[in-house]
């Protein structure tokens, strides 16, 4: 079998440009409409993605204390649905499309977590998948009574937290569950095992409550590109979604990653890499540059200033609009690789802050690429075969009409050159990535039952 | 307008009854299935019912240390869905029934639970409802790494933990969403509000960050009967799930809850009381009876036995079981009502352990109740004349079956005595429970905005 790509849509509200709730095409209300949802899942199946993916976090985007900040998200579209909820509704109206919902380490507790996702892997046949994430957010910490962790400290607790999540979906052997109606004997108990987990962050009895899943573990994807992050990634992921603007990058983000999955005995197809890309489809390239342009003008640089004096931690106003980037350290507690990428962005090309906030509307720091069918599969392509990508995270400009133009221009172009499948090979989620389905740890290790008397 | 029942259907795996999964009329494999649930919530809507209702845990029942409960607990379907998680996926495949689930104030954190329940308020069109727990078990405190904290203190939480919920509903006013396209103002952030909540058990900022949902507030469910859960509910719940054995007990309770209302500030009918009841239907007298009995000879004492010596906190063995219930106290740390309710009737009705079992098996302490269809209804259109009931809490015996019988042959019975709706008359949960939406605190609250520079 050759090799093939591995296609994720990237759900964001009506689109994933900062503008797209103002373009003609979308249509705003439905930012909080199931169907809408449930369409682009829909539309995703339809074209044989993978899978379908909703980002999060647990605080309105920025620090709503700052008159500065409230003022500027005036300008956006905010206030959407919560993952875990929404890809339940999804996973009713679909079969095959994998569902992943991002869900944080540092505000969550692991038998919650472990537990909603063994239930939407169940309720899905197979389709969930966890997109691990820290929080590196200040306005988060505040819903949470705390001060947010260290960068290191957050990365620390979210290592343990996955070492509980999977001890626990390990608890039920794959054959605990008996349903031996005439004996009496529904499980096996001596299948099922407290995992009596005592760590630094966490102390969990176990076992879950709810049975073993069709996949065993829901599917692990990351998206933090930090040292921490590419280490923890290396570790545990299966799936990593990163944000690379040049082919060079990609390809050294991609050779790094790969090189640290040894360390923890995995093997390079372990983790698939799926760096993110915002197609601006048309049919001719006038006509792609022309919906580029038409989002372009509809930006409100106040609120991009706002996100990006947040971002790079300098206050920019409206007066350094036209000129360059000041000079910013890349270090922080917050989100280091998104800082370090929109730096280094800037530099690289020469921007002012003007250009440079044209450049985040459209993929918050992803690439953008706008053009035919034809010349976006060649990109594609290029990254694919040239060690850059397993896969790619397809997040349109605009919803739906953004993702079903990738559907039915860009997926035939890419089953056309033998890049992409036409029709879904597996049952479950892994499966379709190509992943092996985990076994529980505890298989064999029957526990020694005291002798009961009665 | 005259006053009507309210009916709702508590779904459990397979049915309430403790040996439902070894009856031939059940499919104990459909307990992880999600198609088995969206079946009895279609046949809950196609009753007209007000609601279904998933109750849950955060830990195996009982404590999976002890060797006697492991083995015990082999006889006992186990490792059902989340709620959550599944009622989006009923929500998906209904239009008009509500979808009420359990989630404990004592091991989450409000920020989270505010925005999962605005989540499938939106996701279902304005049907969702919070059944709120405490958590009374020991073995759930040992999945989140805390000793069980005492009863008075899971109140005291739950009662700040009402409060910030209700306040991140209300952070958003109704009309903070402009969507004015041309004017580049998605939202009026002045209409968004922080909450600024620091109690003694929360600290959190919000706003929330998914928008105010069509019901404004989730509906407030609730199911404990202490002192202290009375008190709860007199000021937070606008519908009480209840276990109630006889006509004065039922009354008391009514009677007690109503009276605490006026305290709150809260009227007569701002509170539905719902008591729990298993109804064993038959077209005869003698086939209900039969049904009662074909389930009883299915029980294993050794399952029911190690859930009785949790519950009293005394250790009962077989030998145990044709003599009376041992002397024991009703204070404990754990579920207040639950244990009165099982003493009170061991006594009142001089049961045998071995009695006593069989009637908890029914209804784990609700009222179990065999008959036709007209006896049943004889019964509910007593309770609800006789000031004991505004509606009730469906428990069948075995399901998908029970919930069908109930909803094919008492359902319509109700109906010609003109007890019940022939159709929904309102769109969201509180209106077909004839409850009001509430008005965000906040509203007219317009913050005053700092002049911003930029
Ligand atoms: C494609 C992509 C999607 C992401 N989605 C989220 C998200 O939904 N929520 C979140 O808190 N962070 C998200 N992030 C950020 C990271 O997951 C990570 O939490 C953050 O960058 C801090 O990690 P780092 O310092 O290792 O980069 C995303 C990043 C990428 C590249
Ligand atoms: C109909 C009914 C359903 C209940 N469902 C749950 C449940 O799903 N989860 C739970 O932890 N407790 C449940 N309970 C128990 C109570 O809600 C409460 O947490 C417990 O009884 C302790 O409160 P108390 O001491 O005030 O009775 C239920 C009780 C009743 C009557």
Redesign the interface.
């Known amino acids: 079998m050759t090799r093939k790509l591995h296609l994720n849509a990237f759900l964001m509200g009506v689109g994933h440009h900062e503008a797209a709730?103002?373009h003609p095409r979308t249509e705003?209300?439905r930012?909080?409409?199931?169907r809408h949802y449930?369409e682009l899942a829909r539309i995703a199946e339809r074209g044989k993605l993978d899978s379908v993916f909703l980002a999060d976090?647990?605080?309105?985007?920025g620090d709503?204390?700052s008159?500065?900040v409230?003022?500027?998200?005036?300008?956006?579209?905010?206030?959407?649905?919560?993952p875990?909820?929404?890809?339940?509704?999804l996973?009713?109206?679909t079969d095959h499309i994998g569902l992943i919902a991002t869900v944080s380490t540092t505000?969550?507790?692991p038998?919650?977590v472990a537990?909603?996702f063994?239930?939407?892997d169940?309720?899905s046949g197979g389709r969930a998948g966890w997109n691990i994430v820290t929080s590196a957010g200040e306005?988060e910490a505040?819903?949470?009574?705390v001060v947010r962790p260290s960068h290191a400290d957050r990365y620390a607790r979210a290592t343990e937290f996955l070492d509980v999540v999977r001890k626990l979906w390990d608890s039920?052997e794959d054959d605990a569950?008996l349903?031996d109606?005439t004996g009496?004997?529904?499980?096996?108990?001596g299948k099922?095992h407290?995992i009596e987990h005592a760590g630094e962050y966490?102390?969990?009895?176990?076992?879950?409550?709810?049975?073993r899943s069709p996949q065993g573990h829901p599917l692990l994807v990351q998206a933090g590109s930090s040292e921490d992050g590419k280490e923890f990634a290396a570790r545990y992921a299966e799936a990593v979604f990163t944000a690379q603007q040049t082919l060079e990058e990609g390809q050294e983000f991609y050779a790094d990653l790969k090189r640290r999955l040894a360390a923890y005995g995995r093997r390079h197809e372990d983790v698939l890499v799926l760096p993110g890309i915002s197609p601006i489809i048309g049919s001719t390239e006038r006509e792609a540059l022309r919906l580029e342009q038409e989002l372009e003008d509809?930006i409100?640089p106040?609120y991009g200033?706002a996100q990006l004096s947040q971002m790079t931690g300098i206050e920019l106003?409206?007066d350094a609009l036209d000129r360059p980037l000041p000079e910013v350290s890349v270090e922080t507690e917050g989100a280091q690789s998104r800082r370090k990428l929109v730096i280094d962005l800037a530099r690289r090309e020469g921007l002012t802050v003007r250009q440079l906030l044209g450049r985040l509307a459209g993929g918050r720091g992803h690439r953008v690429l706008a053009g035919t069918p034809e010349q976006i599969a060649d990109q594609l392509q290029e990254w694919f075969f040239a060690g850059a990508a397993d896969g790619f995270n397809i997040m349109p400009p605009i919803l739906p009409g953004g993702l079903s133009d990738f559907v039915d221009h860009v997926v035939p172009e890419l089953q056309v050159r033998g890049l992409f499948r036409y029709d879904y090979e597996g049952r479950t989620l892994r499966e379709n990535y190509g992943l092996p389905r985990p076994a529980s740890r505890y298989a064999g290790a029957r526990r020694e039952?005291?002798a009961?008397?009665?």
Chains 1, 2 share one sequence.
């Open positions: 709730w103002r705003p209300a930012l909080t409409d199931v449930q976090g647990v605080a309105l985007h709503f204390q008159g500065r409230r003022h500027a998200l005036r300008h956006n579209a905010l206030g959407g649905l919560e875990l909820t929404l890809l339940s509704a996973a009713a109206v505000y969550n507790e038998f919650h537990r909603k063994a239930s939407l169940h309720i306005a505040r819903n949470f009574g039920w569950i349903r109606r009496g004997l529904y499980a096996d108990t099922i407290a966490f102390a969990v009895s176990g076992p879950l409550n709810t049975s509809l409100i106040a200033l106003t409206e039952e005291v009961v008397a009665r």
